[in-house]
């Protein structure tokens, strides 16, 4: 099973509760084109995990127009102080339920996504720019991945 662990495009700074950012023009920008490329390198995402602060519900609207068939699931699991451990049973779940799904996108933050890169294959991963994308091939038997890519938006001038 594929999976794509995604950070948030750019946000403005803080101007009160964390959980209401949103993102700049910049950000908007990164999160469509990371979905576009994302809808090149593998069309057939079926179900997006989404954490469900503002940064993160936008990033995934942007990615949504380039992937139009993924349903989205909003799950505080992704907030930036989850547990990592209880986004792998989470999936593992969902997978248990729906064991055709090829490919799952999830959208949250640093540093969860670090840390789940960690969960989701035992080995340390890249640190994530905004709008990155890390693929990791995801074995749903024996609950332990592999880093196959990471994608970074070209920067924005």
């Known amino acids: 099973m594929n999976l794509y662990i995604m950070r948030h495009g750019d946000a ?3 101007s009160g509760k964390d959980s209401l950012r949103a993102l700049t023009a910049k950000g908007q920008q990164e999160a469509l084109t990371a979905g576009q490329w994302l809808q090149q390198y593998d069309h057939n995402i079926s179900l997006a995990l989404v954490s469900p ?8 609207a942007k ?3 380039s992937l139009p068939s993924a349903r989205q699931l909003t799950t505080e699991e992704l907030v930036p102080d989850a547990t990592p451990a209880n986004v792998q049973d989470l999936l593992d779940g969902i997978l248990l339920n729906d064991p055709g799904t090829q490919s799952v996108l999830l959208v949250s933050h640093m540093p969860l996504v670090c840390y789940l890169v ?3 294959t035992g080995q340390h991963g890249p640190l ?5 994308i890390i693929h990791i ?3 749903k038997d024996t ?3 592999e880093l196959k890519f990471c994608y970074h938006v070209p920067s924005l001038a």
């Open 143 to 145: 609950h332990i991945g």
């Open 137 to 139: 091939e995801y074995d």
């Open 12 to 14: 403005e700074q803080s």
């Open 53 to 60: 602060y503002k940064r993160t519900q936008q990033t995934f």
């Open 63 to 65: 990615v949504h127009q």
């Open 128 to 132: 994530f720019a905004t709008a990155s």
């Open 118 to 120: 960690d969960t989701f």
